[in-house]
């Protein structure tokens, strides 16, 4: 055929300046295309580069190629449709035209019009990059699932408009889950746009040498997230003290203050598993160690924190300020972004080091490394991991992988990149590091990632209950959000106090619980100079918001570290087949079309539902159990079939939580209430 042909297993097609390729990834298709001569050799989020095991079969004006459960079939003109195993259709492409030599395909006759809308499309914004388009039909039946981190009221996907672009509380990781039976990767870390309309289904990146995704299908959500984790990485087994209590505010502005923290749980016998020290604890941003008027003797409060079965996190930053010991160096050794034009700064007076660049990579991590790592440190809050600008123009910024346009969302990758290698190079089997932002991949270099600096409202607790779950299906188990949120928050505050034992409950069933935020009323700065310019907030431990709220978060404390088991085994599927440890209902019930709808109540591992509080003085929920289970309520032990809504009380002490009859995990929750003993 004159613009399709088959050589090594791969579909290579060419017409006029556009040539394309699909071939067999893993279990599913990767479909490449460009107006230029050649595709770049970038697999970005895709590991595993591999000789093509696809079948294809070339035809009469058309092709096909197979692999896994999905096939492409290819008209001589390029237009792709997908279809599964079964020969149902499931996504293809969109295009509205009229060919005067009649050669459209006419069965799709709806289609012929004078739009001249093609599913492909390129716009030359410079030298061999092009803004890309690809478009697909819309279904109006199709919800869609996962593409990382918004702070949107919505799980189901269908309808949003979502800018890929990295920003602080928004995480672009462009893997969906579609309800039709596919998964789909949007392989291009460039700045762009998707949108989920009910007309058009439309992925853009702003500037990128070519189209390329990824695309597979299977009988189950968790088919699907299966084999894109095994594409894109799964994380580390998780240490056994990440799944446990971390406690964490605004600021500990010195270590005796750390040191009075500590020793209050311990003394409480609290189970405290990771303490956080947090930004300016240095002299100046770039430094990369502790300020020594503030924290004169580092290495022995590491020691004694140890010794108490507490684990130590220190904030890092990417930012270098011009009078960093480091920052005339980095300079010179071209370690940090670049600008392509005006003032070569991010925020304030401060640079941002090149996260992309491996080079720059090892530097920050020497540094960490000899100031903090070989001080007993443990791991490192990766913060500002977008990275944050002023304004977010990244047609000004340029990174060693490119534009900022071009690559601008892998950053965060590198970031966790960095710390992952010298982790592991020093020993470390599991390593883990906490960060604001992540992109498709980000995962396998043991990448927790938070929500960033939300707002503390029952509205944005609603939010994160949407956000991690979208996120472990765009394949980041490992998400945690502000327990109590960030900005805001009087300790002294009823309303407060109600929200912060809300988002407790919710956090006790996250894959990570750590209580953080910027409370009121503030504390004064401790000095003028280094460390001591940034005051902090109010106290933020259990004991300071009143006995109410401290009795509540020490039961679910003590919940939290009873099922320490269970979660181990949530844990060990993350990191062996890539299983969200928080899902929706439906991953585990795909046939129970409820499932698909209610939004309200999760999985925390397979046997415990939760459906977290979000509404401000609500005392009861209706709650949806999935058909195919009996549903045990934990806090009075009532027995429910499966399949219907329940409307269950939920005292301010109680989170909705519900457990598979006959389930392990049953007895681990028995000496919770007096109705399991």
């Known amino acids: 055929m004159e613009y399709l042909w088959e050589e090594n297993g791969v579909l290579r097609f060419k017409r006029k300046q556009e040539i394309m390729e699909i071939r067999g990834w893993g279990e599913g298709l990767r479909i490449r295309a460009t107006e230029n001569v050649r595709f770049s050799d970038r697999d970005w989020a895709l590991t595993m580069p591999q000789e093509s095991r696809a079948r294809v079969e070339i035809q009469e004006k058309k092709a096909v190629i197979s692999n896994g459960k999905i096939k492409a079939v290819v008209t001589e003109y390029g237009k792709i449709s997908f279809y599964n195993q079964e020969d149902k259709l499931l996504l293809k492409e969109y295009y509205r035209s009229w060919d005067h030599g009649g050669r459209e395909d006419w069965e799709d006759l709806d289609q012929i019009v004078m739009l001249r809308i093609s599913g492909r499309s390129y716009q030359n914004v410079g030298g061999d990059n092009y803004k890309a388009s690809v478009r697909f039909e819309a279904d109006d039946t199709e919800k869609f699932f996962g593409m990382g981190q918004y702070q949107i009221p919505y799980l189901n996907l269908k309808g949003c408009h979502l800018d890929l672009a990295p920003k602080n509380t928004q995480a672009s990781v462009p893997f969906c889950v579609s309800t039709k039976g596919y998964g789909m990767l949007w392989n291009n870390p460039a700045i762009g746009t998707v949108d989920f309309g009910r007309n058009i289904t439309e992925f853009t990146a702003e500037s990128t040498k070519q189209v390329d995704y990824w695309i597979t299908a299977g009988d189950t959500p968790a088919a699907i997230v299966e084999q894109y984790a095994d594409l894109t990485g799964k994380v580390p087994m998780m240490a056994d003290y990440g799944m446990g209590f971390w406690q964490c505010k605004l600021r500990y502005r010195n270590q005796e203050e750390v040191l009075e923290v500590a020793r209050e749980y311990h003394q409480r016998k609290l189970p405290l598993k990771v303490i956080v020290i947090d930004f300016f604890h240095w002299t100046n941003q770039g430094d990369w160690k502790f300020d020594p008027e503030y924290w004169p003797d580092p290495k022995a409060m590491i020691e004694e924190l140890h010794q108490m079965g507490i684990k130590v996190m220190v904030s890092v930053w990417p930012t270098v300020e011009d009078w960093s010991e480091n920052n005339i160096e980095m300079q010179q050794q071209d370690l940090l972004i670049r600008s392509n034009r005006g003032q070569n700064y991010a925020m304030a007076n401060t640079r941002v080091y090149d996260a992309t660049n491996p080079e720059a990579q090892r530097y920050v991590w020497e540094k960490c490394k000899k100031n903090y790592f070989d001080l007993g440190v443990d791991l490192f809050w990766l913060d500002e991991a977008e ?262 009380e939920a005292p301010l002490e109680d989170i909705p939580l519900f457990v598979k009859e006959n389930a392990e995990v049953l007895k681990l929750l028995k000496k919770f209430h007096t109705c399991f003993r």
């Open 387 to 648: 990275p944050e600008y002023i304004k977010p123009d990244f047609d000004v910024y340029r990174m060693y992988e490119g534009a900022s346009l071009e690559c601008g969302n892998r950053f965060s990758s590198g970031y966790a990149k960095g710390f992952y290698d010298g982790m592991r190079k020093e020993g470390v089997e599991q390593p883990m590091n906490l960060l604001r932002c992540a992109w498709a991949g980000s995962q396998r270099y043991g990448a927790i990632v938070w929500s960033g600096d939300v707002p503390s409202t029952f509205t944005y607790l609603d939010y994160q209950t949407k956000a991690g779950l979208n996120m472990g299906l765009a394949g980041i188990p490992w998400w945690t959000a502000d327990i109590g949120g960030f900005h805001g928050g009087n300790i002294n505050d009823p309303h407060f106090k109600e929200l912060l034992i809300r988002w407790f409950q919710f956090g006790t069933f996250c894959p990570v619980m750590r209580l953080h935020g910027d409370r009121d009323p503030h504390k004064a700065p401790t000095g003028t100079h280094g460390g001591g310019q940034a005051g902090s907030g109010a106290d933020n431990e259990i004991w300071s918001y009143g006995k109410t709220a401290e009795e509540v978060m020490t039961k679910y404390i003590q919940i939290r570290e009873a099922l320490k088991p269970y979660i181990t085994d949530a844990m060990r599927e993350a990191h062996e087949k890539g299983t969200p440890v928080i899902k929706p209902l439906f991953y585990d019930f795909p046939a129970d079309e409820a499932c698909w709808d209610h939004e309200e109540s999760y999985l925390f591992g397979h046997d415990l539902l939760v459906s977290p509080v979000t509404k401000e003085g609500a005392r009861e929920k209706k709650v949806y159990l999935p058909a195919g289970a009996e549903w045990i309520e934990v806090w009075n032990g009532r027995k429910y079939e499966g399949g219907q809504y329940v409307t269950v």
